[in-house]
């Protein structure tokens, strides 16, 4: 639920990432290039063009393909994206906060926006992870639940911690599992998540759009 192609900043092609999902025997596949605002973003109509050629494939292929965004969270707390039509899911993060604080302030704005269905990789930003704090991460929680957004368990940086997963699923907040893969190597390599779901979430409450 969280793959990039060198549209962004992936390594391969859409047809050789679908191929690679179907070795590994995924059920579901999550194409979901960086959008506006990144450094190697895509447009808004770059993503559904990305669905299209999906579409095209998707005949051939029993994994079920779905094309989304991972929109960024700006320092203000908005979600750059112009509109999401056509896209099955909206990631978002934030890429570059510089300090916790800031991190816990644009993202409890982000998630109120109704066009995100995902919060990517929490607690990893600016190329490093931080450590949470605990008021923040509780209204953190009760503003997913309140706004019917969804928690990615993130295999490639091995977050978000088990204890902020084990709130998520005590407040009826469901989750994603993604490999954040940037080359096919690493499709499928969701071994961190999928263990996590399966002891906190008891492989229930996972979301599918």
Known sequence: MHVHTR????????????????????DVLAITDHGP???SGITEGQARATKEEAARLQPAYRV????????????TGEVYLADREGLD??????????????????????????????????????????????????RLVETLRDNGKAIEINAKHCLP?????AMCRDHGVKYT?????????????????????????????????
């Open 37 to 39: 605002g990144h450094g």
């Open 161 to 165: 911690s088990w204890d902020f997963l």
């Open 177 to 209: 599992i993604g490999s954040d893969a940037h080359r096919v190597a690493d499709v499928g390599s969701v071994a961190w998540a999928a263990n996590a779901a399966r002891h906190i979430f008891d492989d229930r409450g996972l979301f599918l759009p």
């Open 64 to 75: 079920r393909v779905l094309v989304g965004i991972e929109a960024e969270i700006l320092p």
């Open 89 to 138: 899911l909206v990631l978002a993060s934030y890429h570059a906060a510089p300090t916790e604080e800031a991190y816990y302030r644009a993202v409890f704005r982000a998630m109120e926006d109704p066009r995100v269905d995902v919060l990517a990789h929490h607690a990893w930003t600016a190329g490093a992870r931080f450590g949470p704090v605990r008021e923040h991460e509780e």
């Open 7 to 26: 549209k962004s900043d992936g390594r391969d092609s859409v047809p050789d990432v679908i191929a690679a999902a179907e070795r590994q025997g995924l």
